[in-house]
């Protein structure tokens, strides 16, 4: 098993970034494919990107490619979300997810999940 706990949420102006970053506690973190969502009141929680165990291959929603870089330290058992150019509709909870798979981009594809850290984005 693993456990998470997301850090790095705050209030930023529109245009700005943020780094989240989820620590990991448990045994061989680098097994796992790792990855972030997130989710507004009312909606479902979203896809947001992805980086696979071993090679680090890495995904991302169309909405964040090209704004939004996951890395991974297997050293320090975390897993980060670099936010560059956030919009107001980057306001959500976002959670870090870790999967026992190579690496998934489903919300079910996923079997441990962190408590989630807000970020909001004003316009």
């Known amino acids: 098993q693993v456990q998470l706990v997301e850090s790095g949420g705050g209030l930023v102006q529109a245009g700005g970034s943020l780094r989240l970053s989820c620590a990991a506690s448990?045994?061989?973190?680098?097994?796992?494919?790792l990855g972030w969502f997130r989710q507004v009141p009312g909606k479902e929680r979203t896809f947001v990107a992805s980086?696979?165990?071993?090679?680090?291959?890495?995904y991302y929603a169309d909405s964040v490619k090209g704004r939004f870089t996951i890395s991974r330290d297997d050293a320090k058992n975390s897993v980060y979300l670099e936010m560059n150019r956030l919009t107001p509709d980057g306001t959500a909870v976002y959670y870090c997810?870790?999967?026992?798979?190579?690496?998934?981009?489903?919300?079910?594809?996923?079997?441990?999940w962190g408590q989630g850290t807000q970020v909001t984005v004003s316009s």
């Open positions: 448990g045994r061989s973190f680098s097994s796992y494919g």
């Open positions: 980086i696979s165990r071993r090679t680090g291959d890495t």
């Open positions: 997810a870790a999967t026992t798979s190579y690496v998934s981009t489903l919300l079910y594809g996923f079997d441990y």
